[in-house]
């Protein structure tokens, strides 16, 4: 199993431009989480899925926006980016067999905007 | 919004040291796990405590779950060079479903 796979790992954009940042599993996890994280700083969840066809916005949304078709798949995307946006974003998912389940993370994709 | 509070942010120790990190909520949890993150990489789950005054131990860590919930520790004994990275806590809140907050993390830099 791959677990947690995030496309590209790196990746510089201008502002205004906007970019789809990928994230893809195949554990069969209902649950699935966008994060990003500063530098230096914890992790803040910008949006997260229970299951196909249901997002619901997290702590820091604005800016974002996902999709989630299927259950495998939960891509992010960044409309007019603006530097404030400069981060690592980490993608995660959980079962949905109980509430208490780990998160497994992807590498995460570091994203620049000049 | 409900937080998570650690502390320290930065932590030198020498190889052979303890090191501590602790959380705070100012509400109950429901349970709290912690993920290690080495640098440049992503974090890993280390462990979940779910009840109040919980202890749990992995080879040199220790784990403890405060009696009202609203705090946890992180205890290394004797810490090594691959120790080094960041340590967060992330909780969960009973209206939360399986959202967790983390912490802001406690960086753990370990001198040979």
């Known amino acids: 199993n791959a677990g947690v796979t995030q496309t590209p790992k790196f990746r510089i954009l201008k502002i205004g431009q906007s970019m789809t940042l990928q994230c893809a599993q195949d554990?069969?996890?209902?649950?699935m989480y966008w994060y990003r994280q500063d530098p230096g700083m914890g992790l803040k969840l910008i949006y997260y899925s229970v299951g196909a066809g249901i997002t619901d916005k997290g702590e820091v949304p604005n800016g974002y926006n996902v999709s989630r078709s299927t259950t495998e798949d939960f891509p992010l995307r960044l409309e007019l980016a603006a530097p404030s946006q400069t981060s690592v974003y980490f993608c995660?998912?959980?079962?949905?067999?109980?509430?208490?389940?780990?998160?497994?993370f992807g590498d995460g994709t570091r994203l620049s905007i000049l | 919004g409900q937080q998570v509070m650690q502390i320290p942010q930065y932590q030198h120790v020498q190889e052979g040291e303890d090191f501590t990190t602790y959380c705070n909520s100012s509400t109950t949890l429901s349970n709290i796990q912690w993920y290690k993150q080495r640098p440049g990489g992503h974090p890993v789950f280390l462990i979940q405590l779910v009840k109040s005054g919980e202890v749990k131990k992995q080879k040199r860590l220790t784990f403890q779950f405060g009696e009202a919930k609203k705090n946890s520790s992180l205890h290394i004994t004797a810490t090594q060079t691959t120790d080094v990275g960041t340590y967060f806590c992330a909780g969960r809140w009973g209206n939360a479903g399986n959202m967790l907050t983390f912490g802001g993390g406690t960086r753990l830099m370990v001198k040979p």
């Open positions: 995660a998912s959980s079962s949905s067999t109980g509430l208490d389940q780990p998160q497994h």
């Open positions: 554990m069969n996890h209902n649950y």
